[in-house]
């Protein structure tokens, strides 16, 4: 099977019918009609025509070798520094068209996917099953072009236990129930499964406990299944699509990611959809040594820098509407340029970096690219910073569509809400688009959303601290300085 375009994406959607529910209501019928999911599988829907536009083809996707069929670009193993700049480019063209606004689209769960397969030797430790398991699964969504979601974070309640009157201990974290000749039986809930719904799969990897047991422990486990299975419902948040009026909700209309709460209910999975299971060891140094944060970074850097070219292309819009010059503004939209300018650098680098791992991997240079995840986040908050300042009151007073076509106000704004350099329909368009990535709730989940991406500050910090080989090096350069005084 080729890849598929979108008409196939949307209808593959429509037809799994996982129970979903939405303010307290299950939703019936396909998604796609859905308001709080057209949107966003729409958008989801022109990045798979772009696999198979003439246009775009031959950068979006690769001949598999193995077996002769057209594949996705974001699943090549990069055995090269050209893979890696293969990768770059690909990744770069659905960012440019997503604007880096989709934390997840398909090349995230591409990336870790292969990630994931390259490094499978290492589960072979447990069970030469579980290794060919990850391959085949590999596999299996290359060739399908499976669109996959993924689950890493329980509810807090998981990381408690409770006892109850008899003695007996209650235990909310994710767990086997139960063995069978079919495959085992899962329950509990993963949290934050973000596109969870419109995608066809999910991979589930909470993290192991860092209590390395020696028997078997029934919350340390990873797989992949569909996400309609029996036993699997899905609880979304809020959406947060301001409406249907793509003039009003430029962004929440096209871009708005729905986020959800997957539970499971005895949920049977397959024996050939299990990587991971009862072994904590295994499942720290599997996360870890597959190149998984190393990989998905050098994507995620992409859409960081797309995403910056989009914040910068306003801030210079706004700036040009409301006709601001002066220091003041030339410092703020420098400070963006040097934003964008760093991310580009860093990305780059971790190419230039790059070296062969254990794996066969061309593994882009950890360090600027983790570096690059620690400080995007207050970057990011900084530039919504400078769209509100140099906005201002213009972020505020941001007419309708209707209002607009009301006979009876209409003329007011034309006249009133011009520029000398743009009428006041596309002025306002200018800044409800500001307003909506800076100010609503959808530009608030952004923030939160870069914020915590990789784990927060303080995980992320954590990761480049520890993996950081080189401050032995620079401390001993220190001392020789010292020496010889």
Not at 383 to 403: A, K, N, T
Not at 413 to 421: F, Q, R
Not at 422 to 427: G, V, W
Request: a negative charge; proline letters at 4%; hydrophobic letters at 40%.
């Amino acid at each position: 099977m080729p890849v598929k375009n979108g008409k196939e994406y949307i209808e593959r959607i429509d037809q799994a019918q996982p129970e979903v529910w939405l303010r307290g209501k299950q939703i019936q019928g396909k998604l796609s009609d859905h308001a709080a999911f057209r949107g966003l599988m729409s958008t989801q829907a022109s990045l798979y025509d772009m696999q198979v536009a003439e246009e775009y083809a031959q950068l979006l996707t690769y001949t598999s070798p193995e077996t002769g069929k057209t594949v996705g670009l974001s699943y090549l193993q990069p055995k090269t520094k050209e893979d890696l700049a293969r990768r770059r480019r690909a990744m770069t063209l659905w960012g440019e068209r997503h604007f880096g606004l989709l934390g997840r689209s398909p090349d995230y769960m591409n990336t870790a996917v292969m990630a994931y397969a390259a490094a499978s030797e290492l589960l072979a430790e447990a069970d030469a099953k579980y290794a060919d398991n990850m391959r085949n699964y590999y596999r299996y969504c290359s060739e399908h072009d499976i669109t996959l979601s993924h689950a890493f974070v329980q509810p807090a309640a998981s990381r408690t236990a409770e006892m109850l009157d008899d003695g007996t201990i209650v235990n909310a974290a994710a767990r086997i129930v139960d063995q069978t000749t079919e495959g085992v039986i899962v329950s509990g809930a993963f949290l934050l499964a973000t596109q969870g719904v419109t995608a066809d799969e999910i991979l589930v990897y909470p993290p192991a406990s860092f209590l390395f047991q020696e028997e078997d422990n029934p919350e340390t486990f990873a797989f992949a299944v569909p996400n309609n299975l029996p036993g699997m419902k899905w609880i979304s948040r809020e959406s947060l699509v301001g409406g249907d009026s793509a003039y009003d909700y430029p962004l929440s209309s096209r871009f708005e990611e729905m986020d959800t709460l997957v539970i499971f209910d005895h949920v049977l999975v397959p024996w050939e959809r299990i990587f991971i299971l009862g072994n904590d060891s295994l499942s720290i140094r599997f996360f870890a040594q597959s190149g998984f944060h190393v990989h998905a970074a050098h994507q995620v850097c992409c859409r960081y820098v797309a995403k910056t070219e989009f914040v910068l292309g306003i801030i210079l819009s706004i700036a040009d509407a409301l006709e601001r010059t002066g220091s003041v503004v030339t410092e703020q939209v420098t400070e963006v340029i040097v934003n964008l300018e760093s991310l580009k650098a860093l990305l780059l680098a971790s190419e230039a970096g790059a070296k062969v791992d254990r794996w066969g991997s061309m593994l882009p240079d950890y360090k600027p690219l983790w570096s690059a995840t620690i400080i995007y986040p207050q970057m990011y908050a900084r530039m919504m910073e400078i769209i509100q300042l140099l906005g201002s009151s213009s972020v505020i007073m941001i007419p309708s569509e209707q209002d607009f076509e009301a006979t009876g106000i209409a003329p007011y704004l034309s006249t009133y809400l011009k520029s000398s350099n743009m009428d006041a329909r596309d002025k306002t368009a200018l800044f409800r688009l500001a307003w909506e990535l800076s100010s609503s709730g959808f530009g608030g989940r952004q923030q939160l959303y870069e914020r915590f991406f990789f784990g927060g500050q303080q995980v992320a910090s954590n990761r480049l601290f520890q993996g950081y080989l080189d401050k032995e090096m620079y401390k001993e350069r220190v001392q020789r300085f010292l020496r010889d005084l």
